[in-house]
């Protein structure tokens, strides 16, 4: 009898036969009558990820005993065909499950700094910790059941982790902090690796951990969804834009002096660093399997949660903006125009467009035991273009462009 939480499945043991590709199976090893003899346990490929409690029921004239074997957790497996984060080459499920250290990409295009990464995902406590964030997300919450049945899905994994990572809404791991002010916590160019952040969340009874900034909330992301078995990889995209309206439009207003001003909450970071990882998306039409772009770093909602993806990369190159989950979004950050408009009294001067200053550089560790760099840049965007200008000496009223 395996039980995890409310869910439980009673498995009859078989003497003979081949486990059952669709459901758990209990098969005999061996004939003769000894005193011992092993019993081979299968789970099938779409079983749920958590801790399960096995328990043995012997049946026999004299009655019924109950035996409490022990536990064991559950995770995806990419070595395994049928499952849905089945990853072929064994190299890259050397680099993006087993290694356990890595490569996080800062600074700008043109003066890229490297910083080494633990990711820890074999230390002490590690796995358990990362089983207790999943058992504390809203959703196990609020229906314990449900959130168990949907862990069968990396896709339904992947967006819980994506908002645990962060505290915004829930008991989640790391608080954001941008102020340059960490008396009261950790600077975020501190940490060099996971372990320490997660073992704080555990040891503080799961109070948010002070401070993360992108890198270290993807860099933890990159260790929770290996440690569960789902191939991840530390993405860095540089002239990172943040589209605070929702119209893939980066709009920047300046006054005649060349002044910016703070109309709009637009932003071009530097530098932002996310997660991809590797998984089926049956839940989209056509041939969207492979890279999901996850971004635990709290800048937008997603359905109410800051949370982003997955976002499947390639439909992020084919410009599908109206695949889930947050592809409109994630499009904006590498490749959205930015429009600079000019204005006086309120009025519009001016506007020009720049298509190629977003997503300049979008990069990973190189797989393998050299510490280099690969360029992904060509797998989110086509070729770039030119630079457009558009030079409008026009009298448009400034609440008229608002709409654009």
Not at 52 to 70: A, D, F, I, P
Not at 78 to 102: H, M, T
Not at 173 to 192: A, E, F, I, Q, R
Not at 215 to 228: H, I, K, N, Q, S
Request: glycine share 6%.
């Amino acid at each position: 009898v395996f039980t995890a939480g409310p869910l439980s499945v009673e498995v009859p043991v078989s003497v003979s036969g081949q486990p059952s590709p669709s459901q758990w199976s209990a098969i005999l090893e061996g004939s003769a009558p000894v005193r011992t003899q092993p019993v081979s346990l299968f789970s099938p490929a779409s079983s749920s990820v958590g801790v399960y409690t096995l328990h043995m029921r012997v049946e026999t004239h004299g009655g019924v005993k109950s035996h409490v074997l022990g536990e064991f957790t559950l995770l995806c497996n990419p070595w395994c065909q049928a499952d849905s984060v089945f990853l072929k080459s064994e190299d890259l499920r050397n680099e993006y499950i087993r290694n356990d250290i890595g490569l996080l990409f800062k600074g700008c295009p043109n003066n890229i700094d490297s910083q080494p990464w633990s990711f820890d995902q074999y230390e002490k406590g590690i796995l358990d910790i990362c089983m207790k964030l999943l058992q504390l997300s809203p959703q196990s919450q609020a229906d314990a059941r449900k959130d168990l049945l949907n862990r069968n899905s990396p896709v339904y994994i992947s967006r819980v982790i994506s908002a645990m990572v962060n505290c915004q809404d829930d008991k989640g791991v790391l608080m954001g902090n941008w102020s340059g002010k960490y008396n009261d916590g950790v600077n975020p160019s501190t940490w060099s690796g996971s372990a320490d952040i997660l073992w704080k969340w555990s040891e503080t009874q799961f109070s948010p951990v002070r401070y993360g900034q992108c890198w270290v909330f993807a860099a933890v992301m990159c260790t929770v969804m290996r440690a569960l078995g789902i191939p991840t990889r530390v993405v860095t995209n540089f002239n990172s834009a943040h589209d605070t309206n929702a119209n893939m439009v980066i709009e920047e207003y300046y006054s005649e002096k060349g002044e910016k001003l703070s109309i709009s909450k637009d932003r071009i970071w530097n530098f932002h660093v996310w997660v991809e990882s590797w998984m089926k998306r049956p839940d989209l039409d056509g041939d969207y399997d492979g890279w999901q772009v996850l971004d635990p770093t709290p800048q937008e909602t997603s359905a109410g949660m800051y949370r982003c993806g997955p976002a499947a990369v390639k439909a992020v190159h084919e410009q599908k903006v109206s695949a889930p989950y947050d592809v409109p979004f994630v499009y904006a950050e590498v490749n959205a125009d930015v429009r600079k408009i000019i204005i006086r009294d309120g009025k519009i001067l001016e506007t020009s467009v720049d298509k190629d200053r977003v997503g300049t550089l979008i990069c990973t560790k190189r797989p393998g035991p050299a510490m280099l760099m690969q360029d992904i840049t060509s797998e989110y965007k086509t070729e770039m273009g030119n630079i457009l200008f558009q030079l409008e000496m026009v009298d448009v009223p400034l609440k008229d462009s608002l709409k654009w």
